[in-house]
């Protein structure tokens, strides 16, 4: 009788643990909306292959190649997602925009390691401070690290519903009221000596 007892608790809170998550594992509303990456870590410096590559540019040192990047807790309600990446110590303190996408679909929550470093049919590029709507990483100068800001945005908007070519400000202007959430994650970077 224990033991028929035990079991069905055991079942019951499975049960409850499997509801909790819904179907094909994905997470409830209640779950917090986060962001990761599997190149890097929140609070630490990006790997060198992240920087951009322009052999014009001294402070150009890596390969530009665009990190993993993977979401979770979505919103409910959430049609697509916008991306930025944002170094706002940049240009003297006015602020880098090196990455602005949109019109990602809800069913997307991942970017594999370089994906985004072109034009991809998962997302709407906008204009980046480089003038171009794919990934381009940092090219920091030496000193003090920049704080790098990699920030996935949750809209009840379409995929479809905005143009390509949209810069930060005017993304931003596009997604007011329409907004479900947002998660970041904040990595440094600067220049090896």
């Given at each position: 009788m224990f033991v028929k007892r035990h079991l069905g608790?055991?079942?019951?809170?499975?049960?409850?643990?499997?509801a909790a998550w819904g179907v094909g594992g994905v997470a409830n509303a209640a779950d917090p909306f986060t962001l990761s990456s599997a190149t890097f870590k929140d609070g630490t410096m990006m790997p060198k292959k992240v920087a951009n590559k322009n052999p014009q540019n001294p402070n150009c040192v890596g390969d530009?190649?665009?990190?993993?990047?993977?979401?979770?807790?979505?919103?409910?309600?959430?049609?697509?997602?916008?991306?930025?990446?944002v170094d706002p110590e940049g240009r003297g303190g006015l602020g880098v925009f090196h990455w602005v996408a949109y019109?990602?679909?809800a069913n997307v929550t991942s970017f594999d390691e370089g994906e985004?470093?072109?034009?991809?049919?998962?997302?709407?590029?906008?204009?980046?401070?480089?003038?171009?709507?794919?990934?381009?990483?940092p090219c920091t100068p030496p000193g003090s690290p920049h704080h790098y800001t990699y920030m996935v945005i949750a809209t009840d908007l379409d995929p479809k519903e905005l143009p390509p070519g949209l810069t930060l400000p005017?993304?931003?202007a596009k997604l007011a009221g329409h907004t479900?959430?947002?998660?970041?994650?904040v990595v440094l970077f600067v220049k090896p000596q």
């Open positions: 608790s055991l079942a019951a809170a499975a049960g409850l643990a499997l530009n190649v665009s990190p993993q990047l993977s979401w979770s807790g979505v919103p409910e309600g959430t049609k697509s997602f916008a991306f930025t990446m019109g990602i679909p985004v470093s072109k034009e991809s049919p998962k997302y709407v590029g906008g204009k980046s401070t480089q003038g171009v709507g794919y990934f381009s990483g005017e993304l931003q479900k959430g947002a998660a970041g994650l």
